[in-house]
T-cell receptor
């Protein structure tokens, strides 16, 4: 069956450290993978997109990698700040639709 | 940037009544909109794809007669939960396709609508 898995346990890190979130997928062949941020009670906000032929993408303190062999994407936030605390969702394209993972809650404490 | 406005943000209704949720693209035209549903601490579940001027395409297991979707213009899609029951209580979020700088489609989401059915 098709699955998109993100660590359901919250990730707690100290301010200034690098947060790394994982997205693994099974039985999909996405042309691209996206990452979104969702704050409580709000809709998700697009952060980054990476295509299947790209290994890495960066935007300010964010970095995404995409390994189609491992079927995995890693999402990094460097120099994390308490304001980065949120739930981060990965999403794959599947026949013109975006399918979302369950998300990982990140908590950055001072 | 692209903005999607969703209204109402919160609604409480009695069991058996119908509730309409509106989703508007404010500064762009949205040929395609998507409606998602999210339960607490769970992922977004795609309910249906809404195409302007045509019938919505519903995902498997979503009752089209219960969740009526209308996309009558390029800037407005509506979701009506008919004869709502407590199990319909959830967070409903709409989204519209926009283009990232890379040229691929990304989603711009509304702020969501929290429905509570008593």
């Amino acid at each position: 069956s098709q699955k998109i898995e993100q660590n359901s346990e919250a990730l707690n890190i100290q301010e200034g450290k690098t947060a790394t979130l994982t997205c693994n997928y099974t039985n999909y062949s996405p042309a691209y993978l996206q990452w979104y941020r969702q704050d409580p009670g709000r809709g998700p906000v697009f952060l980054l997109l990476i295509r299947e032929n790209e290994k890495e993408k960066r935007k300010e303190r964010l970095k995404v990698t995409f390994d189609t062999t491992l079927k995995q994407s890693l999402f990094h936030i460097t120099a994390s700040q308490p304001a980065d605390s949120a739930t981060y969702l990965c999403a794959l394209d599947n026949t013109d639709k975006l399918i979302f993972g369950t998300g990982t809650r990140l908590q950055v404490f001072p | 940037g692209a903005v999607v406005s969703q209204h109402p943000s919160r609604v409480i209704c009695k069991s058996g009544t119908s509730v309409k949720i509106e989703c508007r693209s404010l500064d762009f035209q949205a040929t395609t909109m998507f409606w998602y549903r999210q339960f607490p601490k769970q992922s977004l579940m795609l309910m249906a794809t809404s195409n302007e001027g045509s019938k919505a395409t519903y995902e498997q297991g979503v009752e089209k007669d219960k969740f009526l979707i209308n996309h009558a213009s390029l800037t407005l899609s509506t979701l009506t939960v008919t004869s709502a029951h407590p199990e319909d209580s959830s967070f409903y979020i709409c989204s519209a396709e926009t283009f990232a700088s890379s040229g691929a489609n990304v989603l711009t989401f509304g702020a969501g609508s929290r429905l509570t059915v008593l």
